[in-house]
């Protein structure tokens, strides 16, 4: 066919199923090469090879926009992500400058009022949210400031009073049945008190983090697939622990059990971490151990951490960004720099002569130290 449309023309393809029109549209867009004949856009003329050179299709189709119809979205590209990205590079932004547009575009969390009661107390309060793909996240405030209830309810833990969780453009608060448990193997949650199974080993507890990948009856007869058993290990070998595989999990210290939670988490192949205090049993060592474990599954696996911490030094530290929670509401949300001391005392309610960090985080009361040894 021969035909020349002219800038700023409406017209409309009409025919039957079959008919042509998709490949013709895609020829246009450079998407399909014609078998013969000559295109010829904006005065330059786009044959078989000038289209299959990266550089001169990608100019010519940034030119031309195109709205799929849906079994043809992923003509290219398999996922949205791909599909913004793709498009940023046509317009000539830098792999920095997509990678943060593709990020604001698709906030992979988005919380929208979200609100939890209690009888007539308010544990979480119309909390709304942004949390883009692969940020770790500190959730900082007192005791009963709506963190666990908050973290929970992303998890569906704990279901909403009002309000909604989307990811990635899904409304998790509506998923039931299979779509619900497949939502909370996405978003592995991590606890306080590490949730491992005391008398099965170290690998078959890190193996439970692959129950939603697998059909049950082999979980049952701990018929492990063998490439799962090789995922689970190497997941231990990550943090360090490869070593105690066979060993009982209730033979562990704390700080070696929430490392075997966080393989465990690594294994359901998860697009975010929930960590509900994961440190709050932990001494100082292992505290940095953990934190410095889950700061590995952000920065090298590049998944999502969300995590309530009670220490706003750590929380400093170890965070790209801070939500500060008051009374069940967001009285905070930035960057760890951007946190004032001011601020700070106000989330935890201290007085104005109280300084946070720098001092030692407990110290005995000097009434209990018997004066020979205080002497
Ligand atoms: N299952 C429940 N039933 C009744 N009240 C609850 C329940 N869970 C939480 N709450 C209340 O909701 C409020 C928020 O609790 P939440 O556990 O979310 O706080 P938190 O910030 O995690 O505190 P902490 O730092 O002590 O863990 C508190 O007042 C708490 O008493
Ligand atoms: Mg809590």
Redesign the pocket.
Known sequence: MSFEIRTGERIALLGANGSGKSTLLKILDGLVFPTSGELTAYGQPLTDDSLSDPEINARFRSRVGFVFQNSDSQVFSATVREEIAFGCLQLGLSAQQTAARTADVLAMLEIEGLTRR?GD?T?VDQVTLRIPDGQIVGVI?R???????LLRMVNRLADPSEGRILFEGVDVTALRGLELRQWRARSAMIFQQFNLVGRLDVLTNVLMGRLAAIPAWRSVVQLWPEADKALAMSALEQFDMAGLAAQRADQLSGGQQQRVAIARALVQEPDIVLAD?PIASLDPRNTRIVMDALLRINKHFGITVLC?L?SLDLARSYCDRLIG?AAGRVVFDGAPEALTDHIARELYDLEANEVMGGQPAVQPDAATIPAAVAA
């Not at 009963?144 to 209830?149: D, E, F, I, R």
């Open positions: 209690f107390r544990a405030g005791s009963g400031a709506g963190k666990s209830t205090e309530n009670h929670m």
